[in-house]
T-cell receptor, first 112, second 113 residues
Framework: SQQGEEDPQALSIQEGENATMNCSYK?????LQWYRQNSGRGLVHLIL?????REKHSGRLRVTLDTSKKSSSLLITASRAADTASYFC????????????FGQGTILTVHP | DSGVTQTPKHLITATGQRVTLRCSPR?????VYWYQQSLDQGLQFLIH???????AKGNILERFSAQQFPDLHSELNLSSLELGDSALYFC????????????FGPGTRLTVL
């Protein structure tokens, strides 16, 4: 079963708008990672936030982590058509060592 | 390009057959992970090898087995294939055995007819 649950399942926005995706997980983590997947291709690592961090930025990406609520969010600012993809959160750690437990993903469509 | 290579890209085979998927990790990475992605199950962790040793097992069927060789490449063997084994199989690698960033290969799409 998936530890991470993502919301929304699908998101459709216009270019230039911001996109926010949320993720919840069930057990303790060492870190939480976000990945992007373009249409059945490989997963691309976007950002990793450790359990002792609350917020992290990378370019147009902003990730937050609330360990008390076991939740994380990914914000993509000023979205572009090229951001159209599926986005997955992946919980790492606890007793799982390197294993990543993925959420179901959010399908983001950015209209030009 | 993540630096992780997987072969073949596509594989079409029949039920009952056996196939081998191959993965070469990024240069310097000691850990290799295998994941299965299907429409109904999503992305599922199968198995993790670190420097030739099995470190963790996920929801890997008994019909599936894997190994990591001294040169650090890994193979995932799938036998007695069933229709439900049709999926994308990803390999990922990371520097060590802990919960670091994993770099994913392009995947092998397996179709069982």
């Amino acid at each position: 079963s998936q530890q991470g649950e993502e919301d929304p399942q699908a998101l459709s926005i216009q270019e230039g708008e911001n996109a926010t995706m949320n993720c919840s997980y069930k057990t303790s983590i060492n870190n939480l990672q976000w990945y992007r997947q373009n249409s059945g291709r490989g997963l691309v690592h976007l950002i990793l936030i450790r359990s002792n961090e609350r917020e992290k930025h990378s370019g147009r990406l902003r990730v937050t982590l609330d360990t008390s609520k076991k939740s994380s969010s990914l914000l993509i600012t000023a979205s572009r058509a090229a951001d159209t993809a599926s986005y997955f959160c992946a919980a790492a750690g606890g007793t799982s060592y390197g294993k990543l437990t993925f959420g179901q993903g959010t399908i983001l469509t950015v209209h030009p | 390009d993540s630096g992780v290579t997987q072969t073949p890209k596509h594989l079409i085979t029949a039920t009952g057959q056996r196939v081998t998927l191959r993965c070469s990790p990024r240069s310097g990475d000691l850990s290799v992970y295998w994941y299965q992605q299907s429409l109904d199950q999503g992305l599922q962790f199968l198995i993790h090898y670190y420097n030739g040793e099995e470190r963790a097992k996920g929801n890997i069927l008994e019909r599936f087995s894997a190994q990591q060789f001294p040169d650090l490449h890994s193979e995932l063997n799938l036998s007695s294939l069933e229709l439900g084994d049709s999926a994308l199989y990803f390999c990922a690698s990371s520097v060590d055995r802990n919960t670091d960033t994993q770099y994913f290969g392009p995947g092998t799409r397996l179709t069982v007819l």
